[in-house]
């Protein structure tokens, strides 16, 4: 069974594959907060900008089989060029229920598979672009990928550590939050500081899109 708060169709907003249309499958539920705001400031994540709790948003629903699962992703892709096909699982957090099974069946459909994930768990084999996204002190399991994307700034948080991992690209981008712009300038000058840094900007929010 795979819960999803919303599936839908967009062009991927933030990182390394910004503006590239995909499905975006939010699955349901975090380890590191409970979506609840009155918990919030006690979570171990505390800054989240997305809604991942139940399965009432747009297509939404529990699939009781990676086969169902697929069909419904296909429906949200439409009749669009098949080699093209690309998801996103997100969520919440995708590793608490992506598994073999689904990856498997995603991938006999055609698609490109990437995940946005906080890193505390690690990455199943199959999918083509890992994108981890550490939040605060929760120990990193998943140390290799195609980016780290660090919203920035993070108490506590020196992004300088994390470039002993292995990833291809490593990304700031300005945590969204009433002092979002002097975040964002905290992040281009540190980008302007530290070149193996750049930044990676909401660019859907900017254009209103989901
Ligand atoms: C909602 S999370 C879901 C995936 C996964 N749980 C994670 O944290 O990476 C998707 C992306 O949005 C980023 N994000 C969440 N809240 C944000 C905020 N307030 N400002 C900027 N980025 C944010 C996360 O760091 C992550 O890269
Ligand atoms: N357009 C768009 N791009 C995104 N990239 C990562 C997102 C996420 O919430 O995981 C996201 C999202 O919610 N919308
Ligand atoms: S780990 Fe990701 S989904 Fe969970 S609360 Fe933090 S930003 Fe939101
Ligand atoms: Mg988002």
Redesign the pocket.
Known sequence: MYSFKEIFLTLQG??GQAGRVNVFA?FAG?N?WSGREQDRATAA?T????D?VGTDGENGGRFRTASETVTALDAVWGGADPSQKAVVF?????LLQLDADLIAAVKAAGYFIA?????TLKVPVGIDWI???P?ADNRLHQTHGQEL???WPQEGVNPAEFLALNFERYYL?????PQ?AANTQAVIDYCLKHPQWRMSV?THKLVGLK
Do not use: A, W, Y
């Open positions: 933030e990182g939010r975090c590191l994540c800054f989240c900008d997305t991942f997100t969520g919440g957090e995708p995940v946005e994930t906080n890193g994108c981890v996204s939040k994307k660090l919203v981008q300005p945590k969204d939050d979002q909401q």
